[in-house]
Each structure stands twice: as C-alpha cells, then as structure tokens.
C-alpha cells in the first residue's frame, strides 16, 4: 500500500480526491487534509496567505499519523503566486515540516508536462487575468512555452466550484490553441476528475487539470507509475526520460 498525503485548503472540490483514488484501481490510498483557506477570494494576497508554514504545519500531523509517505500542497495558485524561486523554497518548508518528500501542485503541471514531453501548452484558468499571467510566468519559468492563455475572472473558489461539464469543456476549448501540444486547467476548486476523458477526446490532445496532476504528483514523490486510463494521457504513458 503507498499512502499519498495532500493538504487541500477549503472545501471546494475534495471529492475528486477519492474518485481518482477509485480510478486509480491498485494499492493506493489517498489522504486529504483540510487547511485552512482564509478569505475565498481569488486575489494574490488571499493566495499567498493559503500557503503559509503555519496553515500548512497544522495539518501535517494528521498526514503523519495517517501514514502518508508523501506530501503535496494541492493548491495551484498558493504555489505559483510566490514565483518560481518562492514555491521552490515554499516546498522545501513544507517537506522540513513534514519529514517527508513533499512538493505541490504548480509543479506537478511542469513536472506532468515534461513526462508527456509536450513543451508547448495553453492555458484555460479559472482565475482574473493578472493571476494567469502569474501561472504562465511560473510555466516558463520551468521551461515551458505558453503558446496562449483563458482567464474566465472568477472571483471565488466557491465559484468555480459550482461548475459542471459544460462549464469545464467551455473553459478547455476556449483555451486551446493549434499549437498546443496539451491544455492546461490549474484550479484545484474546479471537478474535472470525471471530465477528462471527454475533454481529451474532445480535444484530442492531453489535457492536464489541477487534481488530477497533484495526485500524480503524489505517486511521482513515491516513485509510483499507476496506469489509469480514465485519468487522461498522464496516466496512459511511459515516463519520458530526461536527458
């Protein structure tokens, strides 16, 4: 059994957590603590005050005593929004406080691209544009080239928590560009667990959404490869080596 640890803040769209968990169909278990989320409003300040040691540190005693052998923050904009230098030392704070391989789910997208190997991605973000902009700048920071971006401006994660299907499959085809090699959704408040399938035939392309590449993130730091079709391309493939 390989017990994956994520500390999630709020309650916007935990559930997607033990459906991925099902989907997943081997020995994986995955366990989800709340933290703390503050104000819900999608504005940097807001995001960066999520991320906090102190938020983080308070759940991880249930991760330990869980038995979670991994660690990641599933939050996509508390990551990115410190830049790239500043979620890099964000991680390094949470896997001390931990004492355990952690990471969070701003890198598990470059991390995700790199394993499919694509370069080129677009962007479909829920969030106001200026917060976006501060994703694709963390994408390129790791090497990514962002060939367009979709800012829906939502201004709540209850929001966007409340959105369906159509919603998502908008979101994603406005999002998409020729180019892109895959498209990208990074709001951990969004359900997509039960979309991916039809967003990747619709698209016909990877699509790479924000839980979906934390729990694959998760069993990355555990250095498992689960393969689960339903999860999209990312869980379809073999892992691209690096050279």
């Not at 159509?166 to 895959?182: I, K, M, N, Y």
Request: hydrophobic residues 45%; proline residues 3%; contains cysteine.
């Amino acid at each position: 059994m390989t017990a994956l640890g994520f500390l999630y803040p709020g309650h916007f769209a935990e559930d997607d957590y033990p459906r991925i968990e099902q989907l997943l169909g081997s020995d994986i278990r995955v366990d989800l603590v709340h933290t703390e989320f503050g104000e819900d409003a999608l504005r940097v300040d807001t995001l960066r005050g999520a991320g906090r040691a102190e938020r983080l540190g308070a759940g991880m005693e249930r991760l330990r005593l869980a038995g979670a052998e991994t660690v990641v923050w599933a939050c996509t904009g508390g990551g990115f929004v410190h830049g790239w230098q500043g979620a890099q030392e964000q991680v390094r704070t949470l896997a001390r406080l931990a004492g355990m391989p952690a990471s969070s789910t701003s890198f598990g997208f470059v991390h995700a691209a790199r394993e499919l190997g694509v370069r080129r991605v677009a962007v479909g973000a829920t969030y106001p544009g200026e917060i976006t902009a501060l994703f694709a700048d963390f994408l390129r920071a790791g090497g990514l080239e962002v060939t367009g971006m979709r800012s829906s401006g939502a201004g709540t994660a209850a929001e966007v928590a409340g959105w369906g299907e159509e919603e998502v499959l908008t979101l994603a085809r406005a999002a998409d560009e020729a180019d892109a090699e895959a498209v990208l959704l990074p709001d951990t408040a969004l359900h997509t667990a039960a979309h991916l399938g039809l967003l990747e035939k619709t698209l016909s392309k990877p699509v790479l959404t924000a839980n979906q590449v934390t729990v694959w993130e998760g069993l990355r730091l555990a250095d498992r490869r689960v393969n689960a079709p339903e999860l999209g391309a990312l869980f379809t493939r073999e892992p691209i080596v690096q050279v």
